[in-house]
């Protein structure tokens, strides 16, 4: 299973054509690309298509990649998107797994790194909305937002997830400056 977060910069119409422009191409590039080389490949050939397409080129484009394998271990790939973090009620821990934007620079290169969530983390990734100040420029998750999946991740994921959202609407009211995506991953609790 591959899971893609991405997020196109830019305002309006311009912005959703490129998405849906951007999500075409996603699926053309997984569909030819091999599972078994992982998120850090998949989106070195989508950096590579991106490079070579002038209208793909005119946009700006961060992506994170989860792919779920057999044994129940997660890979995980970024393009320039915000850091993923595992949050327990014991802390955060942020994984270095950053790479350059989207078709930036020729033969883009994409480390993956492997991970098992234990039953009590979350792996947590966000869009760069969810804190245009601080997540835009690189930093990590609010504190305020840790904080609310920590406490909450005990009682389920959907909790988790309906508490995050609560956080972000709260925090960003009504009418947000940007757009956020908050995306919760756990292990299977049987």
């Known amino acids: 299973d591959r899971l893609v977060l991405a997020d196109v910069m830019g305002p309006g119409l311009q912005a959703k054509a490129g998405a849906i422009a ?5 699926r053309a590039v997984n569909d030819t690309a091999n599972p078994a080389d992982g998120p850090g490949r998949f989106l070195e050939m989508l950096s ?11 946009s700006i484009v961060t992506a994170a990649v989860v792919d779920r394998r057999e ?10 998107h ?14 270095d797994v950053g790479g350059p ?6 033969a883009a290169e994409y480390r993956a790194q492997r991970l098992t969530l234990s039953r009590d983390e ?7 909305g969810v804190e245009p100040q601080l ?11 840790v904080a609310t999946i920590a406490a909450n ?3 389920g994921l959907s909790v988790a997830a309906d508490a995050a959202e609560r956080w972000a609407r709260a925090t960003h009211g009504p009418s947000p400056p940007d757009d956020w995506s908050i995306l919760l991953l756990a292990a299977a609790r049987t």
Request: charge should be negative; include cysteine.
């Open 22 to 26: 951007h999500a075409a191409v996603m």
């Open 48 to 58: 590579g298509v991106m490079r070579r397409d002038p209208v793909l080129a005119q």
């Open 71 to 80: 044994d129940g271990a997660l890979e995980i790939a970024s393009a320039g």
């Open 82 to 95: 915000p850091t993923p973090v595992v949050v327990a009620a014991s802390g955060a821990r942020a994984l």
């Open 101 to 106: 934007l989207l078709g930036l620079v020729d």
């Open 122 to 128: 979350i792996l947590v990734l966000v869009t760069d």
């Open 135 to 145: 997540l835009a420029g690189g930093g990590c998750l609010p504190d305020g937002l």
């Open 153 to 155: 991740g005990s009682a």
